[in-house]
């Protein structure tokens, strides 16, 4: 029989710790819900006592999720397994998740203490998470650079203080593949009653390792990974889900099995990707748009004589539909819901019908409709309801002649207009959307980003503007870069006016 590979994920944790990708609950609730379809066994919620809109959050995934374990985060203090005990109320499963730094640097430089006081930390918030729920997680932070003998010691007590799984976190990405198999190997030998208890990675991809040390963890013992949608996460992101499933499935002489529907892989990975406006970069592994592109003559001449000759993988395995409905002008409602259904995401007939209006325009300006485009214009659809919307935007530039634009937006239900001259069209636009807005805002990000490789495709504009102290992350989609990037410069205008 095979062995059982338990999947956590944290993509509605660590992976919206990503500066920029935050979700609102409404959407976090979206993610989970395709979570539970996928096949996840634990869903990591949230941080309850990091935010009330965390702690709301866990909440409200408690109530929407069925089977999976819903987990959430803790430090090693009383008051934070307190306060998510409370977050955690309606799960049906609930797993508290908690923890401390074990390596010298943690020791030292974070806590200023010492191995013994950690030690004697880690027991105390075993225990007391324990006295809550039956099902309690312990993290080594930096487990990665924690001398082994130490690591070891400190699994072993918090397992005898009630843990029911340890996580073995590669916080830095420091390891090498080797050193962190022979971690989880350690552990495996020099713990006493380790087998009653389940080990579990939790690796980053500082150093492009992730993937790597998640599997030589599993193949040292490991019974949990730890993974986000997309490899998204701190840094330079987690261990990516897809790619520890599909390598599962591929190779099957390692018999271990997940609970993971694959075909549903591709849609959550679009799902994700868009509610935190964060593009799939195209060479990624299972999921980017060149996976199972074929460009090399030879590639080609062999997947046409028979497809396995470069393509270990087949597209609907991962859930890619071959046969795409193609989206013009001239398509109805029905191919609309299909394609975005397709790619993850449900609307109402009410948000549908909004959606393909601004479809409609979309199409009318372009020969097809991409997947991407679909799912930039869902993504902006699906956002709150603003109190500041752009009404109109003209602008006139060209060479040799000082770019002018000409805005009028529309505040809470009145009418304002301004107009202003710029070093370019973007600049021209913007001032003139502050002279209405009279705020001091300083720009300090700005990205452009084409989707895809057409002249008439949509354009993401993603912004980091700063203002009162603080900074806030805006995104706009528009064919008319420069009405994208006056569309972000408004999405980042709303965020801290929701807190005015």
């Known amino acids: 029989m095979n062995d059982r590979l338990y999947i956590f994920d944290t993509t509605l944790r660590d992976g919206e710790q990503v500066p920029g990708c935050q979700l609102n609950t409404v959407e976090k609730i979206q993610v989970a819900k395709a979570l539970e379809q996928l096949g996840v066994d634990v869903i990591e919620a949230g941080f309850p006592v990091s935010s009330p809109g965390d702690y709301h959050s866990v909440i409200e995934i408690s109530k929407a999720v069925t089977w999976p374990v819903v987990c959430a985060l803790t430090r090693a203090v009383q008051h934070d397994i307190d306060v998510a005990v409370e977050a955690l109320q309606y799960a049906k499963h609930k797993r508290i998740h908690t923890g401390i730094g074990t390596s010298d640097e943690h020791i030292k430089y974070k806590f200023n203490s010492t191995r013994e006081h950690i030690l004697e930390q880690a027991v105390a918030a075993t225990k007391y998470a324990k006295r809550f729920v039956d099902d309690v997680e312990f993290y080594c932070?930096?487990?990665?650079?924690?001398?082994?003998?130490?690591?070891?010691?400190?699994?072993?007590?918090?397992?005898?203080?009630?843990?029911?799984?340890?996580?073995?976190?590669?916080?830095?990405?420091?390891?090498?593949?080797?050193?962190?198999?022979?971690?989880?190997?350690?552990?495996?030998?020099?713990?006493?009653?380790?087998?009653?208890?389940?080990?579990?990675?939790?690796?980053?991809?500082?150093?492009?390792?992730?993937?790597?040390?998640?599997?030589?963890?599993?193949?040292?013992?490991?019974?949990?990974?730890?993974?986000?949608?997309?490899?998204?996460?701190?840094?330079?992101?987690?261990?990516?889900?897809?790619?520890?499933?599909?390598?599962?499935?591929?190779?099957?002489?390692?018999?271990?099995?997940?609970?993971i529907n694959t075909t549903k892989i591709y849609p959550i990975s679009r799902l994700v990707s868009s509610l935190m406006n964060m593009p799939v970069q195209p060479n990624k592994a299972i999921v980017g748009r060149n996976a199972f592109a074929h460009s090399s003559g030879i590639h080609q001449d062999g997947v046409l004589k028979n497809v396995h000759t470069y393509e270990i993988i087949d597209p609907k395995d991962v859930g890619i539909d071959d046969n795409s409905i193609v989206l013009t002008a001239r398509s109805g409602r029905a191919a609309l819901k299909h394609r975005l259904e397709v790619n993850g995401v449900e609307l109402s007939d009410g948000k549908l019908d909004e959606l393909y209006q601004r479809f409609l325009q979309l199409a009318d300006q372009k020969t097809e409709v991409s997947d991407a485009d679909v799912l930039t214009l869902a993504g902006a659809n699906t956002a709150e309801a603003h109190a500041v919307k752009l009404d109109f935007l003209q602008v006139t530039t060209g060479k040799g002649v000082r770019s002018v634009a000409s805005i009028g937006l529309d505040i809470s239900g009145q009418k304002f207009e301004a107009a202003a001259s710029g070093n370019g069209p973007v600049d021209a636009a913007i001032k003139a959307l502050k002279k209405i807005i009279m705020k001091k805002m300083t720009l300090k990000e700005f990205t452009i980003q084409a989707i895809s490789k057409g002249s008439d495709d949509v354009g993401k504009v993603h912004m980091q503007v700063e203002y009162d102290g603080s900074m806030y992350y805006g995104f706009g989609a528009n064919t008319d870069i420069v009405t994208a990037s006056v569309e972000a410069y408004i999405d980042c205008i709303n965020k801290f006016k929701r807190k005015d």
Do not use: F, W
Not at 150 to 165: D, H, N, S
């Open 141 to 259: 932070e930096d487990a990665g650079r924690t001398d082994n003998e130490y690591l070891a010691q400190v699994v072993e007590a918090v397992i005898k203080a009630g843990a029911t799984v340890v996580n073995i976190p590669d916080t830095t990405g420091y390891c090498l593949p080797q050193e962190y198999y022979d971690k989880i190997k350690y552990l495996k030998e020099h713990v006493d009653g380790i087998d009653a208890c389940i080990i579990s990675t939790h690796c980053h991809n500082d150093l492009g390792l992730a993937t790597s040390n998640t599997l030589n963890g599993v193949l040292a013992g490991a019974r949990q990974v730890e993974v986000t949608i997309n490899g998204i996460g701190e840094r330079a992101g987690n261990t990516s889900l897809e790619e520890i499933a599909m390598i599962l499935k591929c190779h099957k002489s390692l018999d271990i099995e997940t609970n």
